[in-house]
C-alpha cells in the first residue's frame, strides 16, 4: 500500500443515508482532487468516442471531467444512493445527459465489458478482489487507472507522482495484455466506405486492432466498429482475441 490512510478499513453506514438499512461499503467516499483527475485522465489517453467506467463514482467528478473535457462516454458505478442522486443531478444541470451517466449499483455486480478505460481510487485490497472481474471482462488494451493504489501482481505501464497541495499521489497505468487479431475471410467484395476500406487493407492476420488503430491514427473502438460492420459484410470472418 502507498499510504496508510485512516479510512483503510471496511465503513459501515457512515454516510446519512436516509433509509437506515445496515449498508456495508468497500471504500468511504474521499475525492480525488481535480488535478489529479486530470492527470489520470491524460495518462490513460482518453479520447472521443471512448467509452470510461470509473468504478465507485462518488461525486462523479472524474464522469464529468471525462465527457466535458475528454469527449468520452462516461459511467459511474456508484453503490451510494445520495451520491448516486446527487451526481446525476450535476450530469443534468451541466447537460451532459447524453455523454454521461451513473448506474447506482455494486461495482462487482456491473457489465464493464465496453470499456475502453476503466478508472478507480479504492483501496489495495479491494483492487485485488475486483482484479478476477477485470482480467475476465476486459478487453485486452483497455487502460486501467488507478489513484494511489496498486493491482497487485500486475506491472504498470507509467506510474507517475503528481503533487497537489497537502500531499503526494500517485498514479498506476495499467495496459490489459493481449491482442485482438481481425481475420479476413478472402471473400472479395468492393467496399464504398474509405475508412472502411482501409481497415480492411490492414486486416492480415497480423495486424491486431491496436496495430490498425495507431497506422489509421483512430481509436481502437473505431476499428471495432468498422471491423463489426465488414463481419456484417462478410468480409472480416472473426476476431482472434489472445490472452
Ligand atoms: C474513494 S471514493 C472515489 C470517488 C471517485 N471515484 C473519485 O475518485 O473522486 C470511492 C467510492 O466508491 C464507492 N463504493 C465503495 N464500494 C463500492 C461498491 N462495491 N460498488 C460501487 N461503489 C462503491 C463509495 O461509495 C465511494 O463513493
Redesign the pocket.
Same mark, same amino acid.
Given at each position: 500500500m502507498v499510504h496508510a490512510y485512516p479510512w483503510d478499513l471496511p465503513l459501515v453506514n457512515l454516510?446519512g443515508d436516509t433509509d437506515l438499512t445496515p449498508m456495508y461499503?468497500?471504500?468511504? !467516499?474521499?475525492?480525488?482532487p481535480e488535478v489529479v483527475?486530470r492527470r489520470m485522465l491524460q495518462l490513460a489517453r482518453v479520447r472521443p468516442g471512448e467509452v470510461l467506467y470509473?468504478?465507485?463514482?462518488?461525486?462523479g467528478?472524474?464522469v464529468i471531467m471525462a465527457a466535458k473535457e475528454f469527449g468520452a462516454y462516461a459511467y459511474?458505478?456508484?453503490?451510494?444512493k445520495d451520491?448516486y442522486e446527487q451526481s446525476m443531478a450535476k450530469i443534468r444541470d451541466l447537460g451532459l445527459d447524453g455523454r454521461a451517466r451513473i448506474i447506482n449499483?455494486?461495482? !462487482?455486480d456491473a457489465d464493464i465489458s465496453d470499456a475502453d478505460v476503466v478508472?478507480?481510487?479504492?483501496l489495495t485490497s479491494?483492487n485485488e478482489r475486483l482484479r478476477p472481474k477485470l482480467e475476465k471482462e476486459l478487453r485486452p488494451g483497455t487502460r486501467v487507472v488507478s489513484?494511489d493504489f496498486e493491482v497487485s501482481g500486475w506491472r504498470p505501464v507509467i506510474v507517475e507522482e503528481v503533487y497537489e497541495e497537502w500531499r503526494s499521489h500517485k498514479i498506476y497505468l495499467y495496459k490489459i495484455p493481449g491482442k485482438e487479431i481481425p481475420i479476413a475471410s478472402g471473400k472479395g467484395a468492393s467496399v464504398e466506405d474509405p475508412f472502411m476500406r482501409q481497415v480492411l487493407s490492414l486486416v492480415d492476420g497480423n495486424n491486431s486492432i491496436e496495430d490498425i488503430s495507431i497506422k489509421l491514427n483512430v481509436t481502437p473502438r473505431e476499428v471495432r466498429n468498422a471491423l463489426k460492420k465488414l463481419m456484417e459484410a462478410g468480409l472480416v470472418e472473426e476476431i482472434k482475441v489472445i490472452r
Amino acid at each position: 500500500m502507498v499510504h496508510a490512510y485512516p479510512w483503510d478499513l471496511p465503513l459501515v453506514n457512515l454516510y446519512g443515508d436516509t433509509d437506515l438499512t445496515p449498508m456495508y461499503y468497500d471504500v468511504p !467516499f474521499v475525492p480525488t482532487p481535480e488535478v489529479v483527475v486530470r492527470r489520470m485522465l491524460q495518462l490513460a489517453r482518453v479520447r472521443p468516442g471512448e467509452v470510461l467506467y470509473d468504478l465507485g463514482s462518488g461525486d462523479g467528478r472524474i464522469v464529468i471531467m471525462a465527457a466535458k473535457e475528454f469527449g468520452a462516454y462516461a459511467y459511474g458505478i456508484e453503490i451510494r444512493k445520495d451520491l448516486y442522486e446527487q451526481s446525476m443531478a450535476k450530469i443534468r444541470d451541466l447537460g451532459l445527459d447524453g455523454r454521461a451517466r451513473i448506474i447506482n449499483t455494486n461495482f !462487482f455486480d456491473a457489465d464493464i465489458s465496453d470499456a475502453d478505460v476503466v478508472t478507480m481510487y479504492l483501496l489495495t485490497s479491494v483492487n485485488e478482489r475486483l482484479r478476477p472481474k477485470l482480467e475476465k471482462e476486459l478487453r485486452p488494451g483497455t487502460r486501467v487507472v488507478s489513484h494511489d493504489f496498486e493491482v497487485s501482481g500486475w506491472r504498470p505501464v507509467i506510474v507517475e507522482e503528481v503533487y497537489e497541495e497537502w500531499r503526494s499521489h500517485k498514479i498506476y497505468l495499467y495496459k490489459i495484455p493481449g491482442k485482438e487479431i481481425p481475420i479476413a475471410s478472402g471473400k472479395g467484395a468492393s467496399v464504398e466506405d474509405p475508412f472502411m476500406r482501409q481497415v480492411l487493407s490492414l486486416v492480415d492476420g497480423n495486424n491486431s486492432i491496436e496495430d490498425i488503430s495507431i497506422k489509421l491514427n483512430v481509436t481502437p473502438r473505431e476499428v471495432r466498429n468498422a471491423l463489426k460492420k465488414l463481419m456484417e459484410a462478410g468480409l472480416v470472418e472473426e476476431i482472434k482475441v489472445i490472452r
